[in-house]
């Protein structure tokens, strides 16, 4: 979700790698729909995991989640996001998923502007 939305958000001025510690076999079908909502399409992605290689590539990795670790590099800048759990609360399904979006969508737009300051 938050790769979608800093493509959308960001536009050419970021390059956008995406991947997980423990990527699933495809994109979830509600973070799909969520995101058509506001314009971005991730329909076409496919779960990666992520790579040492994508790690030092990157200026930033953010770190999506309480639970997702990756062994840091000097040198890259490293941002744990701890995003909404709206089923914690009880709310689930597609409406749980535009919570989610829009905890993303703020961090994701904070980022982009500091990376292009």
């Known amino acids: 979700m ?5 493509r959308r ?13 423990r990527p699933g076999t495809a994109v979830n ?14 329909s076409a992605q496919t779960p990666t995991a992520v790579t040492p290689d994508m790690i030092r590539w990157a200026d930033v990795v953010v770190i999506l989640g309480r639970d997702a670790t990756v062994e840091q590099v ?10 909404d759990e709206p089923s ?10 535009r919570l989610v979006r829009d905890d993303i969508a703020a961090r ?9 300051a």
Do not use: K, N, Q
């Open 2 to 6: 938050a790769a979608g939305l800093m």
């Open 9 to 21: 958000i960001a536009g050419d001025a970021v390059d956008v790698l995406s991947a997980g510690t």
């Open 29 to 42: 079908a509600l973070s799909v729909e969520s995101l058509r909502e506001v314009g971005a399409d991730i």
């Open 74 to 83: 000097p040198g890259t800048r490293f941002e744990t996001w701890d995003t």
């Open 88 to 97: 914690e609360r009880g709310i689930d399904g597609l409406e749980r998923m």
């Open 108 to 116: 994701v737009t904070d980022l982009a502007d500091r990376l292009r």
